[in-house]
T-cell receptor
């Protein structure tokens, strides 16, 4: 498999502050990373696709100005939750796939970041 | 809209039995299918991938794919209590611009009774 590391694993912040979550592919280059969100006992909801060197593609209903995504290098993507509110509290998980020709579509997930907004 | 459907469960089986997990998907052109296991509070872990019709076996796990029926299943033989988790079916959808994304079902919770 491939290793994807996500940091921080847990964060608690006050309402109105911004929180940055980092996602790194440790042993491979990821031209594309994906950000998911998961509420308790619910499935993963794709938020956006992060492409290295270009703007992220957001899924319908996801506010791009609230969830800022930057994919500055082939091994790092960041998600910034701006002006966080309690309803943003969730489990955020990043994932990445290997670049072609090894890309078989499998996604490897980071450990996840649990955000709690007070 | 692309959809992946799973029975939420819980599916309860005794230790040593075969657990059968099912998944249907809406897009006929999908070519890649995956099963992930997720323990409570953890991120998903890849169990199996399958791309062709038929069966694919890996240890105690067998994935089955029927593209005509748009149906994917996962069999777990000799179920162990440590297999108790939520199993997520995922389908890869490709865009016209060669982009792709993985859409997940809601997951089936499996409970293996000792």
């Amino acid at each position: 498999g491939a290793v994807v590391s996500q940091h921080p694993s847990r964060v608690i912040c006050k309402s109105g502050t911004s929180v940055k979550i980092e996602c790194r592919s440790l042993d491979f280059q990821a031209t594309t990373m994906f950000w998911y969100r998961q509420f308790p006992k619910k499935s993963l909801m794709l938020m956006a696709t992060s492409n290295e060197g270009s703007k992220a593609t957001y899924e319908q209903g996801v506010e791009k100005d609230k969830f800022l995504i930057n994919h500055a290098s082939l091994t790092l993507s960041t998600l910034t939750v701006t002006s966080a509110h309690p309803e943003d509290s969730s489990f955020y998980i990043c994932s990445a796939s290997r670049g072609l020709p090894l890309n078989t579509g499998e996604l490897f997930f980071g450990e996840g970041s649990r955000l709690t907004v007070l | 809209q692309k959809e992946v459907e799973q029975n939420s469960g819980p599916l309860s089986v005794p230790e040593g039995a075969i657990a059968s997990l099912n998944c249907t998907y809406s897009d006929r052109v999908s070519q890649s299918f995956f099963w992930y296991r997720q323990y409570s509070g953890k991120s998903p872990e890849l169990i199996m991938s399958i791309y062709s019709n038929g069966d694919k076996e890996d240890g105690r796990f067998t994935a089955q794919l029927n593209k005509a029926s748009q149906y994917v299943s996962l069999l777990i033989r000799d179920s162990q209590p440590s297999d108790s988790a939520t199993y997520l079916c995922a389908v890869r959808y490709s865009g016209m611009d060669s982009s792709y994304k993985l859409i997940f079902g809601s997951g089936t919770r499996l409970l293996v009774r000792p």
